[in-house]
């Protein structure tokens, strides 16, 4: 199995905190992402980083932030959160660009925000 | 935008028998790949096959197979000798081959439920 870690695997809090979700790989990946999943609309993608201090948004990116300082760690910031942030948050990680490399996914962590 | 469509939201088989589960994909792309994902309850995302666009032969692991149809944009996955471990969310996902393009657009998933 990739060595993807995601922090915590669960966390309740509530509507306004800052929280942060901690991804951290073990295999030198160039490229992680964040997707969140809900019913009904499959995995969608938060934000991305094709390198240390390089990301970009994805396709439901408001109210999110990230930041990748190191190639290991990619940090996933809800600035004040809200209810409709509640979701299960996937991590991916994939190698070298342009192959056929797939993506490879952490546990998720399940984020309630009441 | 890439869509991907999955248009049957939940589906059954009989243990041992087969079943197919549809997916379909918008692209103006010529060269991309296609994925099928399974996601047990345990909620691990788990690659089940990999199909490259430039590839006319339809890929195979194991049980599993795809039938990819390019001109119609079509990639079902048939799942042969289903399983009760064979439970769970499908999910297809597409991703265009250009550098740079690594991101994954996925279907909204079908649940296979296996009947013993």
């Known amino acids: 199995d990739a060595g993807i870690t995601q922090s915590p695997r669960h966390k309740v809090t509530e509507t306004g905190t800052p929280v942060t979700l901690r991804c951290h790989q073990t295999?030198?990946?160039?490229?992680m992402y964040w997707y969140r999943q809900d019913p009904g609309h499959g995995l969608r993608l938060i934000h991305y980083?094709?390198?240390?201090?390089?990301?970009d948004k994805g396709e439901v990116s408001d109210g999110y932030s990230v930041s990748r300082s190191k190639t290991e760690d990619f940090l996933l910031t809800l600035e004040s959160a809200t209810s409709s942030q509640t979701s299960v948050y996937f991590c991916?990680?994939?190698?070298?660009?342009?192959?056929?490399?797939?993506?490879?996914f952490g546990d998720g962590t399940r984020l309630s925000i009441l | 935008a890439q869509t991907v469509t999955q248009s049957q939201p939940e589906m059954s088989v009989q243990e041992a028998e087969t079943v197919t589960l549809s997916c379909t994909y918008d692209?103006?792309?010529?060269?991309?790949?296609l994925f099928w994902y399974k996601q047990p309850p345990s909620r691990q995302m788990i690659l089940v096959i990999r199909?490259?666009?430039?590839?006319?032969q339809n890929a195979t692991e194991n049980r599993f197979s795809v039938n990819f149809q390019k001109a119609a944009k079509s990639f079902s996955l048939k799942i042969s000798d289903s399983q009760l471990g064979d439970a769970a969310m499908y999910f297809c996902?597409?991703?265009?081959?250009?550098?740079?393009?690594?991101?994954?657009?996925f279907g909204t998933g079908t649940r296979l439920t296996i009947i013993p």
């Open positions: 692209t103006s792309e010529s060269d991309y790949y």
């Open positions: 996902a597409y991703r265009s081959a250009g550098f740079g393009n690594e991101k994954l657009t």
């Open positions: 199909q490259e666009a430039y590839k006319q």
């Open positions: 991916a990680i994939s190698g070298r660009t342009g192959a056929n490399q797939p993506q490879h």
């Open positions: 295999e030198n990946h160039r490229y």
């Open positions: 980083s094709y390198g240390v201090k390089d990301t």
